[in-house]
């Protein structure tokens, strides 16, 4: 008689079902192994730090370095794929790797330069093996002061202007300065300031001022887009920073929001918001000027801001030679043309394009009619304007500030100083060293001690 699989409190099973949860057991070992991601350990390195291959370089190049942290060999393999900033391929490379335990394996990765047009480039790394699986990429540049821009200026884009600065010019700013000594400080004077701008709404913002005896240089530092300012304070310059309308302390005409902001009024570009927006920009200019008696240095103003604020700082810089330097600093809502281009094929497609085409959809508005509209705004427009110094923080990685746009708006300033600081591998940010770099350079700008 067959005896029963059960007894006595303990399972016995068939032989050929042992063999069955064998092969789940061994199947899900190594289903393991295939997860571990600290199996390999690996560091990329590119012939270029910064990501830009200029035309004395003859190839880009990556050394990848693969560690085996295990105790068995690792066998798979490295594909390689370039795309352009299109999404398509332009090169491929499968290369086998074998790794014994604890070991290490190195290999680089070379293409010709002369076979990649200028352009920006995205390299992807598949690395595959019997106990590891990982995707790296980076992202790099050829020859990219080469590429030519897709902006087109309208021809009644000067007069456009010139009314919108003629309309700013009779409105009374009524300057309004209030000392906050609950939040001064022993070194610097905090003030909250007020003035009136287009449509007579108040804008207002936070001026520090350190504490000596002789007039400070201005950083005057614009907002990133739906963001609320807040007092700033250096003991080597002034700071002051601008509540953008319709937020903070700016919102007397109503709060608007990250959604609602961009899209205020695009289906006329005399009332769309960023016609005063970029009034009230200029406007904090005039600010700076009308009150050194506050110990301000009218003669040394420095325009910066992050996003959105580069943008704003890049409007104000063409519009005005008061400004003594500019500092873009991941410029966003720039070249919008070649934005939509380019990131209408990644995944996800990248902030403001679904935004902007959501608006158009609903409101029955054509991109061609958008962009018609837009090409008065767009900071593109306003590169060849700008004649002070000018330096710009890129990010490679980063969608939401593609490097394309940004270079396509640096190849056009006319500026004989001008600088570009271009960061490889950072995806939500800058490096640090971009901050020590615009340190340096706002002092041999201004001529400040170092």
Request: hydrophobic share 35%; proline share 6%; glycine share 6%.
């Amino acid at each position: 008689m067959q005896q029963p699989m059960l007894h006595t409190g303990r399972f016995h099973f068939s032989t050929p079902l042992r063999a069955v949860l064998c092969c789940i057991l061994l199947a899900a070992t190594l289903f393991t192994f295939a997860q571990d991601p600290t199996s390999i350990s690996y560091k990329v390195k590119s012939y270029r730090e910064n990501g830009i291959y200029g035309p004395r370089d003859s190839k880009v190049a990556y050394i990848i370095k693969l560690k085996n942290n295990i105790n068995d060999n690792q066998k798979g393999d490295i594909k390689v794929n370039v795309v352009n900033d299109l999404g398509i391929s332009v090169y491929n490379e499968d290369d086998p790797v074998f790794i014994k335990p604890i070991s290490i394996y190195d290999k680089e990765i070379s293409i010709d330069v002369a076979k990649l047009p200028t352009g920006f480039y995205t390299i992807y790394f598949y690395i595959t093996t019997n106990h590891y699986s990982q995707t790296i990429y980076y992202v790099f540049a050829v020859e990219p002061d080469k590429i030519k821009p897709t902006g087109v200026r309208p021809l009644d884009f000067t007069t456009f202007w010139d009314n919108a600065r003629n309309e700013l010019t009779n409105i009374n700013p009524s300057y309004k300065v209030t000392r906050r000594g609950d939040i001064s400080t022993i070194t610097n004077d905090i003030y909250s300031i007020e003035f009136q701008s287009t449509g007579n709404v108040a804008i207002r913002g936070w001026l520090s001022v350190p504490k000596r005896h002789k007039k400070n240089p201005v950083l005057y530092t614009l907002p990133d887009y739906a963001t609320t300012a807040s007092p700033e304070s250096r003991t080597d310059m002034a700071v002051f920073t601008l509540d953008a309308r319709g937020f903070g302390n700016s919102a007397d005409m109503g709060k608007l929001d990250y959604g609602s902001f961009l899209t205020k009024d695009l289906y006329s570009r005399d009332k769309y918001i960023y016609r005063a927006e970029y009034m009230d920009c200029i406007r904090g200019i005039d600010f700076i000027c009308k009150n050194t008696d506050l110990n301000l240095d009218a003669s040394r103003i420095i325009v910066t801001g992050i996003g959105q604020g580069a943008s704003l700082a890049a409007i104000v810089a063409a519009f005005d030679n008061r400004v003594k330097g500019v500092i873009l600093d991941r410029p966003t809502l720039m070249d919008m043309r070649t934005m939509f281009a380019i990131g209408e094929v990644k995944n996800p497609v990248p902030w403001p394009i679904g935004q902007l085409k959501g608006y158009c959809n609903t409101n029955r508005m054509g991109l061609d009619e958008f962009f018609k509209t837009w090409d008065y705004f767009d900071p593109l427009s306003f590169a060849p304007m700008i004649k002070c110094p000018i330096l710009v923080g890129i990010s490679l990685k980063s969608s939401t500030s593609p490097p394309q746009c940004a270079y396509n708006f640096y190849n056009q300033v006319l500026s004989s100083k001008r600088e570009i600081y271009s960061c490889a591998d950072n995806e939500t940010g800058i490096d640090a060293s971009f901050y020590i770099f615009e340190n340096n350079w706002i002092k041999e700008t201004l001529r400040l001690p170092f």
